[in-house]
């Protein structure tokens, strides 16, 4: 069974009622409801928790974290990015999602600004697949269609991707590279652009597949712990 931890700063839910109005539960509530029937043993965690609710334990008993966070990237602790960071190191998966991308953690894994184009106008996007082949788009279309998102346009100052899954269109006529993987250590890192805060897109059922399918994904792969330093010879060397 995957061990999620879904992260969620749960900030804007408290403060603003059009964001309680879609996500009476927080986002983290509508992420968990929408991947629960996988099967995964699934924990929450949000920003004002005692050490954001990400404690050494938590980690250790983490194989996925979804991460979305947005207001307090600043506020965010220093020695739990580090600690993040080192989990992730050591296999840990992680799902960033949407303004994610600017979180220390996030900075930090890809070792650039994160920067991007962005735009609230409550416009259409269209998610296209740009690598049916990959285990992340399972069961879905040539596209997912969200009817009003905030927009994110290119350029977007990340490192070239491992994997390019998806690249949106906007309404407005900027497209983004919107489903992009990497591997940090031993650990898997998908980014996923949809989910601005007062918009219902978790409560889509595609996009909470790509969700599902991208904890499936991330999972560590169950083997002895990787050796590094000193090691003595296999077989004899002949002097
Ligand atoms: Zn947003």
Redesign the pocket.
């Given at each position: 069974m995957i061990k999620v931890t879904i992260w969620n700063e749960y900030l804007r839910e408290k403060s603003r009622e059009d964001v309680a109005k879609v996500y009476p539960d927080g986002i983290h509530g509508a992420i968990a409801d929408g991947i629960r029937q996988e099967g995964f043993a699934i924990h929450t965690a949000t920003f004002n928790e005692p050490e954001h609710g990400l404690t050494q334990e938590v980690l250790n008993d983490t194989d996925v974290l979804i991460y979305w966070g947005?207001a307090a990237h600043k506020e965010f602790n220093d020695a739990i990015v580090d600690r993040i960071y080192k989990r992730i190191h050591e296999g840990m998966g992680l799902i960033v999602l949407?303004?994610g991308h600017h979180s220390k953690l996030f900075q930090k894994l890809m070792g650039t600004s994160c920067d991007l184009l962005?735009r609230?106008a409550d416009e259409k996007e269209r998610l296209w697949v740009a690598d049916p082949s990959h285990p992340i788009v399972e069961g879905i279309g040539p596209y997912i269609d969200l009817p009003e998102e905030?927009m994110y346009g290119e350029h977007f100052d990340i490192p070239v991707p491992d994997e390019l899954i998806f690249i949106s269109w906007f309404e407005g006529g900027e497209v983004f590279r919107s489903g992009c993987t990497y591997r940090r250590g031993q650990g898997r890192i998908f980014y996923f652009r949809p989910?601005?805060?007062n918009y219902p897109t978790y409560h889509n059922k595609e996009i909470q597949r790509v969700i599902s399918n991208a904890v499936k994904w991330t999972a560590p792969v169950k083997r002895e712990k990787t050796f590094y330093g000193f090691h003595e010879p296999l077989e004899q060397i002949k002097k």
């Amino acid at each position: 069974m995957i061990k999620v931890t879904i992260w969620n700063e749960y900030l804007r839910e408290k403060s603003r009622e059009d964001v309680a109005k879609v996500y009476p539960d927080g986002i983290h509530g509508a992420i968990a409801d929408g991947i629960r029937q996988e099967g995964f043993a699934i924990h929450t965690a949000t920003f004002n928790e005692p050490e954001h609710g990400l404690t050494q334990e938590v980690l250790n008993d983490t194989d996925v974290l979804i991460y979305w966070g947005h207001a307090a990237h600043k506020e965010f602790n220093d020695a739990i990015v580090d600690r993040i960071y080192k989990r992730i190191h050591e296999g840990m998966g992680l799902i960033v999602l949407h303004s994610g991308h600017h979180s220390k953690l996030f900075q930090k894994l890809m070792g650039t600004s994160c920067d991007l184009l962005w735009r609230e106008a409550d416009e259409k996007e269209r998610l296209w697949v740009a690598d049916p082949s990959h285990p992340i788009v399972e069961g879905i279309g040539p596209y997912i269609d969200l009817p009003e998102e905030e927009m994110y346009g290119e350029h977007f100052d990340i490192p070239v991707p491992d994997e390019l899954i998806f690249i949106s269109w906007f309404e407005g006529g900027e497209v983004f590279r919107s489903g992009c993987t990497y591997r940090r250590g031993q650990g898997r890192i998908f980014y996923f652009r949809p989910g601005h805060e007062n918009y219902p897109t978790y409560h889509n059922k595609e996009i909470q597949r790509v969700i599902s399918n991208a904890v499936k994904w991330t999972a560590p792969v169950k083997r002895e712990k990787t050796f590094y330093g000193f090691h003595e010879p296999l077989e004899q060397i002949k002097k």
